[in-house]
DNA sequence: CTTGCTTACTTAATCGTTTAAGCATATATT
DNA sequence: AATATATGCTTAAACGATTAAGTAAGCAAG
């Protein structure tokens, strides 16, 4: 790579100090008393040369790096490239740019990546964290790292977040499922203890037993790992019982798509034999025969706080955790209709 | 932000001068010579402070900073997601961080982009390149940075590129469309001059030509910026013709979706009416009522050798372009079988 | 004519790290 | 005993930018 050219070459150029030269591209010059002329030739020479400033060397001496780190689980899923989008934009807006980072839902690579990024001197971190790296979250608030959480945090450490009302989207999905006239309601979720899916189970269960309506046997848990074999199996036992289901819900998008790809496979017919709804949005929802029901989180909405949030933090290391909820939108479309 | 430990810190506590802790903990304690006791004394600081070396001096001193810089057209798409994450895996298995851009197929976008990511001193970049942006890519040429494009390029300019063959996937799944006995087949493609979509419009023309199939008024542009208003009245003329296409390629994954959406709006059957086939893989095409015949293209492998070639150039800037094509596949499923 | 104030610059320290070169002291070689 | 070599450390410069503090010259005021 051609060596770029610095204050160095200019102020050579010009027969100055670098020092003058620093004034005057940083537009320093009233308080530092350049005079015009000199002002206007070295300028020129910037121009001429094509100076552009080192970043690094701006970064060492500032103690910034105008850069904010983002751990997604996956950046290869649309939800998280999503959420990335948003928060890209909008760093840029605030002359911040991001790095991202995908820890596959696995805690040593998230704390590998948390490290990463800190090496490289992040101003903060935007983290969707993962099951069990509360230890890590824990450091970040010891270390003082300005930091915001989104899309799932944990209730037991006080930090800010931006996060949707898992329980009561949840609840009222499964209640729509319940009023288009359905009774045997399943849900396959994620086999995880993080707050948001254990929020989205409860606001199933509860929608349910406020309903009157039975709950055994009909929540099932998938591994990260092995969602196909696992959604396979919960679908066979939910269709195969004495009394089959007439509903499901799914926690998320991608426990959707995989279990729609079973569905099919199977002829199961939605919404006649079976409603379904998920949690998130997906394209593959809008070509399914019958588009699927889903929750809508407003993704563009918690990216922009999640910058928001965590720009006051970098501004004021003092300042006080700020949790934000958002409300999500069911979008009901013709997989939830009633029989 | 808590101040983190720096050598000097560490130096301080040992009672010796930054150089030598520095020796230590880059292990260069051999070359420097340096005590045994003492290696041992400062290694145990540096653990005890929780020593972590800034990158960005480092980075500074070395005048490299392990970073790649990443444009793509939206991280948001799954296929961009797709190429960003193979990418942050491989450059990680290499010690590199990634920082990615969306350029949002928008020229002025991707020249701002490449520029914060030179400012940010990245060591080289892979770029989806834009419509209009070859001079972009020149000025990387002449400035002698090392980069590598990546799904497209542009032929008359001889870079180090990562691409598939386009013409011979287009001829490959029109002929397949033309043996499943269709006739008046239909492509939608984006309206641009960017080679690899020129190649992808080429290899449907002359599939047809070389099996004497009318071409006229078969192709159909869109233009990115208004995707669905020109794929509906693209479909719309295509069936609306006296003689109604009995086939559609669409030129990539997002046109398909967005045709698809319309399709089944109309209620035209696939692939009885209309054999579907597509460019590019999505989660969607697993989901409509006839899985769609799509090309595949190996993004794992268009990764890690977009990262192989780039860390090539990055070592040795001598190095002469490297042209590097992959070939991709022809998934064949119900959207194109036989009538 | 000396003091003080402007003006227009330069010097030098700093950020954290790397690394060549230097300097003692101890030990080995002739 | 004089010289060479090994050992264990320190000094200092450098990367590129920022910025407080210093200086030199010109001019005005007392």
């Known amino acids: 790579m051609k060596k770029k050219v610095s204050l160095k070459d200019i102020a050579q150029e010009a027969g100055v100090s670098v020092a003058l030269v620093s004034y005057v591209l940083t537009n320093k010059e009233e308080k530092a008393r350049v005079g015009q002329e000199m002002a206007k030739k070295i300028r020129k020479i910037a121009r001429k040369l094509n100076y552009q400033p080192n970043h690094i060397a701006r970064s060492l001496k500032s103690g910034r790096s105008d850069t904010i780190g983002l751990i997604v689980a996956d950046i290869s899923n649309p939800f998280f490239g999503h959420v990335a989008r948003t928060i890209e934009d909008e760093a840029k807006k605030n002359n911040y740019t991001v790095i991202v980072g995908s820890s596959d839902e696995n805690m040593d690579k998230s704390g590998d990546l948390i490290n990463v990024l800190l090496n490289r001197q992040v101003d903060g971190l935007i983290v969707i964290p993962t099951e069990g790296s509360e230890a890590q979250i824990r450091q970040l608030q010891e270390r003082n790292v300005p930091f915001v959480l989104i899309d799932r945090f944990f209730p037991g450490i006080a ?27 399943g849900m396959i979720a994620y086999k995880t203890n993080m707050h948001h899916i254990a929020e989205r189970r409860r606001g199933y269960s509860e929608a349910l037993t406020d309903n009157d309506l039975p709950t055994a046997g009909l929540l099932k848990l998938a591994r990260y790992s092995h969602i196909k074999e696992d959604i396979r199996t919960a679908i066979d036992q939910l269709m195969g019982a004495k009394k089959p289901a007439d509903a499901l819900f799914f926690a998320t998008n991608s426990l959707a798509i995989e279990g729609l790809r079973y569905i099919i496979e199977l002829g199961i017919k939605v919404p006649e034999q079976l409603a379904v709804v998920s949690f998130d949005e997906s394209e593959a929802f809008d070509l399914f025969h019958a588009p699927v029901t889903f929750i809508r989180q407003p993704i563009l909405e918690m990216g922009k706080a999640a910058v928001r949030v965590l720009l006051e933090h970098i501004r004021d290391g003092e300042r006080p955790a700020e949790e934000v909820c958002i409300d999500t939108e069911l979008v009901i479309r013709r ?5």
Do not use: M, P, Y
């Open 159 to 185: 930090t800010s977040s931006i996060s949707i009302n898992n329980f009561a989207a949840s609840h009222d999905a499964v209640s729509h499922l319940i009023h288009s006239g359905r009774k045997r309601i």
């Open 335 to 339: 997989s939830s209709a009633a029989q």
